[in-house]
């Protein structure tokens, strides 16, 4: 049985909490973020960005998966899923976001994730460094 493997990653941004939000909300606006092709499969429920919005991610030569929004709490609190095509299993993401003394916002990233014995470790190591790399691409 895979172990669960968790990946913690935390970024402060000069720009306001709706700023950021709207920024991480935006799917096509990822890409950078995650070093994939993104593109909008579906809008939300009630809102474009919303519960309900999907989008697939294309990472190199693997096979495309799917991501859908669980919670989308204004300014705040973002969760998702994959729903579709991946080796990840009971695969989740949340994105907590508080704001600064300053004004700006602090982002606090998990992903949890199950995948085969020997793999977690390396694939949440990847994840953790390239996310920290493109989360500074999102806004300033």
Known sequence: MATPQRVHVTHTYKSDPKTVFDKLA???NLGPVFGAKITRVKDGDTSRNGVGSTRSLKLGPLPAFQETTT?????TLIEYKIT?????RGHWGKQVLTPTADGGTKLDYTIGFNIAPGLSGLVGKVLATNIAKGL???TD
């Open 26 to 28: 935006e799917h096509e």
């Open 71 to 75: 919670v989308a709490e204004p300014n």
């Open 84 to 88: 579709k095509g991946s080796p990840l």
């Open 136 to 138: 500074p691409k999102l």
